[in-house]
């Protein structure tokens, strides 16, 4: 087997938004207010490093993905937003929310698959509620585990995990070059140990989000 090629973790504070609304083409519309909002807004933050957004298979969830330098940053802009008010919080006022959940933290160890250096067609963003810290590096650990084989499987392209600040919270955003690849990664024989392994230190059954990447916007 080869040997598991580490992705390290990156600076900074993640703060994942995941969105899930009623109606035809809504989500889609939230999203083009999210870019809009990036691009006359969050540039002009002081601390944005980046913003990335996805929408669900389901077409009815968004979620964002913010990048910050320091968490003083992210509640600065955050003050600043819901005093001034922007494209996204005017299309959030307007939409049918049905749930919403919100995760701040850092990103921890992740790892490359074979397709680590293609193009990303198809991922998941899956959040587990936990104990605490000692339970959020649990799963992690478990994760790495997994990694010496998942890391082999064909079109997998990575697995970039974080943990909540508080450590109350653990979310993996795997990648996949396609819903295909992604469909043999989940039939692989060693996938349900590894998810019942993960399991075993989590509150409850983690929420899952199959997505696909829409944009990548840096500072």
């Not at 005093?83 to 307007?94: D, H, K, R, T």
């Not at 974080?162 to 450590?167: F, H, K, M, T």
């Amino acid at each position: 087997m080869s040997q598991m090629d580490f992705l390290e973790p990156e600076s900074g504070i993640f703060v994942f938004d995941s969105i899930k609304v009623t109606g035809d083409g809504v989500a889609a519309k939230l999203a083009d207010a999210f870019k809009e909002t990036v691009e006359h807004g969050y540039h002009q933050a002081p601390g944005f490093l980046s913003a990335r957004f996805y929408l669900s298979v389901a077409g009815d969830s968004l979620v964002t993905r913010v990048r910050w330098e320091q968490e003083r940053d992210l509640q600065a802009y955050s003050a600043a937003s819901a005093a001034q008010g922007n494209a996204f919080i005017e299309g959030l006022a307007q939409a049918e929310i049905v749930d919403r959940a919100l995760f701040t933290g850092t990103r921890v160890r992740g790892f490359k698959g074979p397709a680590a250096e293609e193009e990303v067609g198809y991922t998941v963003v899956a959040t587990r509620r936990v104990q605490d810290r000692e339970g959020a590096h649990k799963v992690h650990e478990v994760l790495l585990e997994t990694g010496e084989w998942k890391h082999t499987i064909p079109g997998f392209v990575s697995s970039s995990p974080y943990v909540s600040l508080d450590g109350t919270e653990f979310l993996n955003n795997p990648k996949w070059v396609d819903e295909h690849a992604f469909h043999v990664y989940m039939n692989h024989p060693s996938i349900p140990g590894g998810l019942a392994s993960a399991q075993d230190h989590a509150l409850a059954e983690p929420c899952v989000i199959s997505c696909r990447i829409m944009s990548d916007i840096d500072a």
